[in-house]
């Protein structure tokens, strides 16, 4: 178990220009979430995938927000035409979703640290 | 809907005393997952338990322990002799039936001063 794997750790850019993060699950998760943590928040949920399906997406991503997550494996959150209002901690999580409500684990990577300055 | 309830904003204690972090859930839910994180300054979120509905034996590990109460919603977190490494902000966190997102409460700053 090597944890969940998120990079980079942090990100500067421009406002209007397009970032993209990526997480790498812990391998036996099916379950892979993004969440953004603004300064003194807790983590509000973006959108999550089982394997490789995306099952829901919150409000809070608006169109300039994609993720994918291709082979079921690793995810890419892209954010395009960066925002001020964009800044935050973007943290990545998986677990292991059995179905009839058994879920193990729910573990999250450090986190990618957006300034949009 | 789900809720989170973290009334404690900040607490601040002295280096061995004990500390108790409240947390306040709603759900409509009879299968859910509560958990707790410790966020320290570094940032990453880690991960200090998970406790399924059904199961509402108290739990205890080394310092720290929980109490689970269904009757008044809630599950509290004590830290028993505070170290300066406990100084993090801590969240308690739900997913109804697991098959949910988590719904995260605001946090608890908690300060350890030695």
């Known amino acids: 178990d090597t944890g969940v794997s998120q990079n980079p750790r942090h990100k500067i850019t421009k406002r209007g220009q397009n970032v993209t993060f990526r997480c790498d699950p812990i391998?036996?998760?099916?379950?892979l979430y993004w969440y953004r943590q603004t300064l003194g928040q807790g983590p509000e949920f973006l959108t999550y995938f089982q394997n490789e399906a995306q099952l829901e997406k919150s409000r809070l991503l608006s169109d300039r927000f994609s993720a994918e997550r291709p082979k079921g494996s690793f995810s890419t959150l892209e954010i395009q035409r960066t925002e001020q209002g964009d800044s935050a901690m973007y943290l990545c999580?998986?677990?292991?979703?059995?179905?009839?409500?058994?879920?193990?684990?729910?573990?999250f990577g450090s986190g990618t640290r957006l300034t949009v300055v | 809907a789900q809720k989170v309830t973290q009334a404690q904003t900040e607490i601040s204690v002295v280096e061995k005393e004990d500390v108790t972090l409240d947390c306040v859930y709603e759900?409509?839910?009879?299968?859910?997952?509560l958990f707790w994180y410790k966020q320290p300054p570094s940032g990453e979120l880690v991960f200090l338990i998970r406790r399924n509905s059904f199961d509402e034996q108290n739990e205890i590990s080394g310092r720290y322990s929980w109490n689970f109460q269904k009757s008044t919603s809630s599950f509290n977190f004590t830290i028993t002799a505070s170290q300066v490494v406990d100084s993090a902000v801590y969240f308690c966190a739900l997913t109804p039936s697991g098959n949910t997102p988590l719904v995260f409460g605001k946090g608890t700053r908690l300060s350890v001063i030695a």
């Open positions: 759900t409509r839910d009879t299968t859910y997952y």
């Open positions: 391998s036996e998760h099916n379950r």
């Open positions: 999580a998986s677990s292991f979703y059995a179905g009839d409500r058994v879920l193990r684990g729910y573990t």
